[in-house]
């Protein structure tokens, strides 16, 4: 079993950042990628960005140069560095790894609300 935990969101103006964090732990042998994903209601779950095991990185466009997505040495945590915050990036932001255990596997944090308000 995979738990990923999630922390860092919460209520910023716009222009702010926020940095959100995601530890994995459980029987895990390998991670393919690890990423975030966000959700507003009404709409369908969409990818932010993620990283592969060696490192590479993919960002959604309405993203680029705004948000970082980095990891520790370990690759067990993930990171999403939010910079220039947007109303628009108000979310619920889940955590997504995608590994092998006896199976292939992906699985979802419980997901941190992210609100962009003045």
């Known amino acids: 079993q995979v738990q990923l935990v999630e922390s860092g969101g919460g209520l910023v103006q716009p222009g702010g950042s926020l940095r959100l964090s995601c530890a994995a732990s459980?029987?895990?042998?390998?991670?393919?990628?690890m990423g975030w994903y966000r959700q507003v209601p009404g709409k369908q779950r969409e990818l932010v960005a993620d990283?592969?095991?060696?490192?590479?990185?993919n960002y959604a466009e309405f993203v680029k140069g705004r948000f970082t997505i980095s990891r520790d040495n370990a690759k067990t945590t993930v990171y999403l560095q939010m910079n220039s915050l947007s109303p628009e990036d108000t979310a619920v932001y889940y955590c997504?790894?995608?590994?092998?255990?006896?199976?292939?596997?992906?699985?979802w944090g419980q997901g941190t609300q992210v609100t962009v308000s003045s």
């Open positions: 990283i592969t095991n060696s490192g590479v990185t």
């Open positions: 997504n790894l995608w590994g092998h255990s006896d199976y292939t596997f992906s699985s």
């Open positions: 459980g029987s895990i042998r390998s991670i393919y990628t």
